[in-house]
């Protein structure tokens, strides 16, 4: 019957937080369109107002229900009620009667489905009432909703439009779901507060374009921010995130994410495919041990800075931030212990900050960095430029860089040229070889046969006379 339950999402949760051991938790699907509209069902408060409402008579309901096994066939009822409705034109009552007792036995069976299932369906809409008076009981006694919260919301339920709200510092721990309610919402300030998570609600407001949620204390942005497609500024710095939604993705409007200041120790593997857009990317101060592949997507980004982490190594694929302006991968300490080539295929970079990690050497091709005007390679053990080079700026570097690659490639030809003059010397030895060694065999043989000079006993010989001769 729990299956069945499924139907009654809210009652399956009570009824599992009521008696575990009888009833089973709701499926996950039935808990993820429970998470939208009841947030704050783990509250110890707001359950036991919900367990208290179960009436006793649930079990038997339930008893019945399970009794009464599967529900008949919707097709089997449709074909029921035909039967009976052909049978009633053609025979007597009384023939009837009996002749249709099997469908009427459906029918009934349907009924008592019915009129249990709506005692089910009639508890999960008085469970529902009693969430919402829980929650507003609970609001109040925790004075979670201030002065400044309500006269917001009593604006809003007036008509009033409303663009902007500033509701930092003003120690809220809950959002009410009447937020979502304000659809003209451009601008959403909740910084500096005690929130522990932001209601779906949220993803109501699809003119919200800056939302800046900072200095809470948020485990979890919900995934439905992905539907925020006009949020053009996300600021959730400085809260307890240990991750991004995946859906994050789908904020295709994007221009300015900061995540800094929290535990991420990974971003969603899609995130670059979707922010497209995307121009400033702040996610310094995390656990970050690597990009995912798709950060090279991210074909608008000018800054990008993401210093204490610990990150083990940057994609080859970085050279295609070609707009990237701003670049710090300081303090990752020992775990960045180099650079790819390809980061010199950043034209527009200006100012890059490689200082606190175990760089060695840093690419021959950096000179190709014309446009940089700060660099900093302080404490890392550099050997390529060296220390002295590196304490000289971005110009001193690219210039001892830009020597080191002239005499790389003069080097290079060099050696192009000693190979190939090897190779032509390598080539007139074999032909002088093959010239000498023909030249010494055809004047044996002829010395041999006698046709370009005489024996040794003075006598000429035929060439049929020559051991050579018979050979060939």
């Keep these: 019957m729990d299956q069945d339950l499924d139907k009654f999402p809210l009652l399956s949760y009570v009824l599992h937080q009521f008696d575990s051991n009888l009833h089973a938790p709701p499926s996950m699907a039935a808990q993820e369109t429970l998470l939208p509209y009841f947030a704050l069902l783990s509250d110890p408060q707001i359950i036991s107002s919900l367990t208290q409402s179960i009436p006793t008579t649930i079990t038997q309901t339930l008893f019945v229900l399970t009794s009464l096994g599967s529900r008949p066939d919707p097709l089997a009822v449709s074909s029921a009620r035909s039967k009976i409705a052909q049978i009633m034109d053609t025979l007597s009552p009384e023939e009837a009667a009996k002749e249709s007792e099997i469908y009427s036995g459906i029918l009934r069976l349907e009924e008592v489905h019915d009129s249990y299932e709506k005692k089910l369906k009639d508890l999960e809409d008085e469970l529902s ?44 721990k809950l959002l009410p779901e009447a937020f979502g309610k304000i659809a003209g919402l451009v601008y959403l300030n909740l910084s500096r507060n005690d929130l522990t998570f932001v209601p779906d ?21 919900p995934d439905s921010i992905g539907m925020l497609l006009n949020l053009r500024i996300l600021n959730a710095s400085a809260n307890n995130l240990t991750s991004l939604p995946e859906s994050i993705a789908h904020c295709r409007s994007l221009v300015e994410l900061d995540a800094s200041y929290n535990n991420l120790t990974s971003l969603p593997t899609n995130i670059g495919y979707g922010l497209q857009n995307l121009e400033k990317l702040s996610i310094h101060l995390n656990k970050l041990r690597y990009f995912p592949g798709s950060i090279s997507e991210m074909l608008s980004l000018k800054y990008l800075d993401a210093h204490m982490n610990e990150i083990h190594g940057i994609p080859n694929s970085i050279g295609r931030l070609t707009k990237l302006e701003v670049l710090n991968l300081s303090s990752n300490f020992n775990n960045l212990m180099g650079v790819p080539d390809t980061i010199t295929d950043l034209t527009n970079l200006r100012e890059l900050d490689l200082s606190n990690n175990q760089i060695q050497v840093i690419p021959d091709s950096f000179y190709m960095l014309r446009k940089l005007e700060k660099l900093n390679l302080d404490q890392n053990p550099l050997e390529i430029p060296t220390q002295e080079v590196a304490k000289q700026g971005a110009e001193a570097v690219r210039e001892y860089m830009r020597k080191r690659w002239d005499e790389i490639m003069e080097e290079k030809q060099r050696i192009g040229v000693e190979a190939e003059r090897q190779r032509h010397g390598y080539e007139a030895g074999w032909v002088y070889w093959g010239t000498s060694m023909v030249t010494n065999l055809v004047s044996g043989v002829t010395q041999t046969i006698g046709f370009g000079g005489g024996s040794s006993d003075g006598g000429d010989k035929k060439p049929g006379d020559s051991h050579f001769y018979h050979q060939i």
Excluded: H, P
């Excluded at 609001?139 to 509701?167: F, H, M, T, W, Y």
């Design 129 to 172: 009432r009693v969430y919402a008076t829980a929650v507003e009981t609970l609001l109040k006694s925790r004075e979670e909703v201030n002065e400044e919260v309500v006269k917001v919301l009593e604006e809003a339920e007036s008509g009033g439009i409303i663009e902007r709200i500033d509701l930092s510092g003003q120690e809220l």
């Design 201 to 221: 609600a949220i993803s109501k407001l699809r003119k919200l374009e800056e939302l800046d949620v900072s200095s809470n204390s948020l485990e979890s942005l």
